[in-house]
């Protein structure tokens, strides 16, 4: 096939002044190579890749699956960029599932860490160490209103557990509502408030948990062009009339009638996530949030938002609940708070912390000083380096651009979220919006990442692409990743 080489210039913090190269084949389809970058990896010096494999199979527990046909194995980071063990370098677009908020091996978050490792590694909070107090101040001002109390953990699956022990002591109430399609955590207790049946087991879990419609204005019962918070709509007929969404209403409805013919008078609390994560980036109607936490606290109940995919900025807001106009009553925090360390938190009101003096709680690992001192590193970065405001203006581009694919292929259903919180649902056809098949979806992936490009999959039939990258990617970077993906899908289409 005969190709030509054009070169553009571009430039971007960490990557060198290098020229993009662009290879223009017969077909008139652009490829692109990965932009430069000046950073060299240090050649990989470990097992071979087969032996690694072997011992996978053999030692590791089964139900950790690899993502592809052909694995990646990979062994080494910077910033957006990820290399594997024969030298070949990727564009991280999945962001180790939407937990490397500021790049990988950050240089200042790394020296935080190694810094912090040389003076104090571990005491627990049975003592004070500085690196606990201050950052805890200092994530605390970052929230609204009465929100400055915070408990620190480990993960998000630990963090929600802990927020539906707050809100069931703190109402005197057992029942909680979350919303199916959401996925909160794989603990006994998180897992009840998951409305994703792969991540449900056939022992007894989920009391006193219920599951209420999800509200989606792409694949759900009611929706249309106008519904979401999003640079891009669904396209589907809207019958809403001016300043008013039907869905929404709807929705709405479906909420309180739950609450009618099913549960008690009081209840603890409902869940939700800003912009639903593994349930395939699912955006709201407007309002949504707003109408159903005025129903719960009608009801006694605690409203809890799950920030762990959506926090930190990334959906161009400083928090996700911000782009919902509502002020939740605990908040839940993890992944890009620590940028791929194991940090994670509750944040709430001190009436609602201080219920938790009736039994004794403890977690061992809570509030680290190596933890602490990489979250307040991170909170710096995203300030100095303006990662918000990045996020917000390259991934509105990117939203924009994954749209204009979705107009030019039958198989691209919907492109939906907010910064650099992006879903694109395939489908059989957009008439049907049928998942498109496993087989296709499992080919596109292989594909991009045989290009150098890795992104994620959700969706409750596990037919969204999720791209979730570190926060400090280039329009360049965005570029390539919709050059590769309409590679991807241009094949597959015609097959």
Known sequence: ???????????????????????????????????????????????????????????????????????????????????????????????????????????????????????????????????LHEYAKKLTDRFPGDLKVCYFCNSGSEANDLAIQLARLYTGAFDVISLRNAYHGDTPYSVGLCGIGTWKHSFPNGFGMHQIMNPDPYRGLWGGSSCRDSPVQPDRKCSCG?????????????????????????????????????????????????????????????????????????????????????????????????????????????????????????????????????????????????????????????LHALSKLRRKYEIIGDVRGKGLMIGVEMVADKESRKPLPKSKMDAIIEDTKNMGLLIGRGGLSGNVFRIKPPMCISRADANFCVSCLENAVKKHSTL
């Open 242 to 398: 001016v300043n008013q969404c039907k869905a929404c209403d709807m929705y709405i409805a479906q909420l309180d009638e739950l609450l009618t013919c099913s549960l008690p008078k009081k209840i603890a609390g409902f869940f939700a996530e800003s912009i639903q994560g593994v349930g395939g980036t699912v955006q709201f109607p407007k309002n949504y949030l707003k109408k159903a936490f005025e129903i719960i606290r009608q009801h006694g109940g605690l409203c809890i938002l799950d920030e762990v995919q959506t926090g930190f900025g990334r959906t161009g807001k400083f928090w996700g609940f911000y782009g919902h106009e509502v002020l939740p009553d605990i908040v839940t925090v993890a992944k890009g708070i620590g940028n791929g360390f194991p940090l994670a938190a509750v944040i709430t009101r001190k009436d609602i912390a201080d219920c938790l003096n009736d039994a004794a709680m403890f977690n061992t690992f809570g509030g680290n000083p190596v933890a602490c001192a990489i979250g307040s590193a991170v909170l710096d970065v995203i300030d100095e380096e303006k990662i918000m405001e990045n996020s917000h203006h390259v991934g509105t581009y990117l």
């Open 1 to 131: 096939m005969l190709c030509k080489i054009l070169q553009v210039s571009f430039q971007n913090k960490g990557i060198s002044s290098k020229n993009l190269t662009f290879r223009f084949c017969s077909n008139h389809v652009k490829i692109p190579t990965l932009p430069s970058v000046s950073f060299e990896p240090k050649p990989y010096k470990g097992p071979n890749y087969n032996d690694v494999l072997n011992s996978r199979n053999t030692n590791i527990s089964p139900f950790v699956r690899l993502m592809y046909k052909e694995p990646v194995m990979i062994n080494q980071g910077y910033m957006q960029y990820v290399w594997d063990h024969t030298g070949k370098r990727y564009l991280d677009m999945f962001g180790g599932i939407v937990t490397v908020s500021v790049g990988h091996c950050h240089p200042k978050v790394t020296k935080a860490a190694v810094d912090q490792m040389h003076k104090l590694w571990h005491v627990t909070n049975i003592y004070m160490h500085p690196e």
